[in-house]
C-alpha cells in the first residue's frame, strides 16, 4: 500500500485521532486500554509529537523505547508496580483512553451491564477502575462502531464519570477529572459546556451520518472539517514500525 495519506485508511485515521488526544500532554502515563487502536495511538503520539509520554508494556514495565504490537520493549526504563501506578491515577498523571458500551451527552460511560441493574439483559465487565480513572485522571474514549445502541441517551449504569455527576460533586478527588475527546470510527467528539459536541468527521462520512448513528443531540458547528489525515511519516511508524501485522484493521469498520 503506497504511503500516501490520501490512501490511509480508516483505521489509520483513526488512529491519528486518537493520538492527538495526546497532544499537549506531556510527561505524564499515556494509557491505552482495550484494543490495538489506543495502545497505536499512545505510542504513535511518543515517537512524533509527544516525545515525553511515559508508555510501558501493558503490564509494569516502563518502556524505553516503543516496541511494535506483540513485541517485547528492548529497553526497560523502570518498574511499575500496583501501588505506584494508583499513585499516578490519584494525582491526575495518567492520561487513559477507555472503551465504553453506552456513553450519553454528558460523557457518563457503562461497561457494567446493559438493562436493570437489579436483573440485566446482559451482563458485561464491572465497573472495574472506571470511576477511578475518569474521576482522577484526564480521560478519552475509543468507540470503534458508533451507533445509537452505544450512543444513548442515559446510560443503564455509570461505570465512567461525565461532566454532569462531576459537576454535582464536591470532593477533592475530581480536580483531575476532564473527558478530552471521543474518537469513533465515524468522528471525533468533545464536550463543550459538559455536552457532547462535533469535532470533525472521518473523510467520506457526513454530518447527517454521525447524526443518524446517535441516541441524542449533538452539538453541531455549523461548518465541521474533516479529521486530518495522517502525514506520511506517521504512516510510515503505523504500517512498518508498530503494526507491520495490521491488527488495526480489524478493529475498524470503514
Not at 480513572?133 to 468507540?143: E, F, L, M, Q, V
Not at 472539517?225 to 502525514?231: G, I
Request: proline share 7%.
Amino acid at each position: 500500500m503506497s504511503a500516501d495519506p490520501v490512501n490511509a485508511s480508516r483505521a489509520e485515521v483513526c488512529v491519528v485521532a486518537c493520538a492527538e488526544a495526546f497532544r499537549g500532554d506531556g510527561e505524564i502515563l499515556a494509557a491505552g486500554v482495550g484494543g490495538a487502536v489506543t495502545v497505536l495511538a499512545a505510542r504513535l503520539a511518543r515517537l512524533t509529537f509527544e516525545p515525553d509520554l511515559i508508555t510501558t508494556d501493558g503490564t509494569c514495565l516502563l518502556t524505553g523505547d516503543v516496541p511494535p504490537l506483540g513485541a517485547e520493549p528492548e529497553v526497560i526504563e523502570g518498574w511499575l508496580p500496583f501501588r505506584d501506578h494508583l499513585w499516578l491515577v490519584l494525582h491526575g498523571r495518567r492520561h487513559v483512553m477507555l472503551g465504553a458500551s453506552q456513553i450519553d451527552r454528558h460523557g457518563n460511560t457503562n461497561i457494567s451491564c446493559i438493562g436493570d441493574w437489579a436483573r440485566p439483559t446482559s451482563q458485561l465487565l464491572g465497573v472495574r477502575g472506571a470511576p477511578g480513572n475518569t474521576a482522577c485522571d484526564p480521560a478519552s474514549y475509543w468507540i470503534p462502531r458508533h451507533s445509537t445502541r452505544v450512543f444513548v441517551p442515559k446510560v443503564d449504569m455509570v461505570s465512567g464519570v461525565g461532566h454532569d455527576r462531576a459537576g454535582s460533586l464536591r470532593h477533592r478527588e475530581l480536580r483531575h477529572h476532564e473527558l478530552r475527546r471521543v474518537v469513533t470510527n465515524l468522528c471525533v467528539l468533545d464536550f463543550d459546556g459538559g455536552l457532547m459536541r462535533l469535532v470533525s468527521v472521518h473523510p467520506g462520512v457526513s454530518v447527517a451520518d454521525v447524526a443518524g448513528n446517535t441516541g441524542f443531540p449533538l452539538i453541531v458547528p455549523d461548518e465541521v472539517p474533516e479529521t486530518r489525515l495522517p502525514t506520511t511519516e506517521e504512516l510510515h511508524i503505523i504500517r512498518d514500525v508498530l503494526d507491520p501485522g495490521g491488527l488495526r484493521e480489524r478493529e475498524v469498520r470503514a
